[in-house]
């Protein structure tokens, strides 16, 4: 059985940081790719960062200089540091692997939340 973990959310003042891990299971995952999405209320989710398996990266602009996107394949995991953290940050973050249409697999969702 496939599952996705995210761990790390919470609540942090603007300006600071927190780092959300994902764990992956059930699979192999590495010729995929592994990366975050967020959703605000009555927003749309949305894809904050993601990294293919040959190290390409994609940072939606508004987190760009801030976030950055790792992953570790003997782990099946994946990683997403925030620092300089806004509250328009705020928003329930997703993990999300997927592969063309293999497959295509997504966490249970971890709050974070920016406030002071």
């Known amino acids: 059985q496939v599952q996705l973990v995210e761990s790390g959310g919470g609540l942090v003042q603007p300006g600071g940081s927190l780092r959300l891990s994902c764990a992956a299971s059930g699979s192999n995952f590495r010729f995929g790719a592994m990366g975050w999405y967020r959703q605000a209320p009555g927003q749309q989710r949305e894809l904050v960062a993601a990294i293919i398996s040959a190290g390409n990266k994609n940072y939606a602009d508004s987190v760009k200089g801030r976030f950055t996107v790792s992953r570790d394949n003997y782990k099946n995991a994946v990683y997403l540091q925030m620092n300089d953290l806004k509250p328009e940050d705020t928003a329930v973050y997703y993990c999300?692997?997927?592969?063309?249409?293999?497959?295509?697999?997504w966490g249970q969702g971890t709050q974070v939340t920016v406030s002071s």
């Open positions: 999300r692997a997927w592969y063309r249409d293999h497959y295509d697999y």
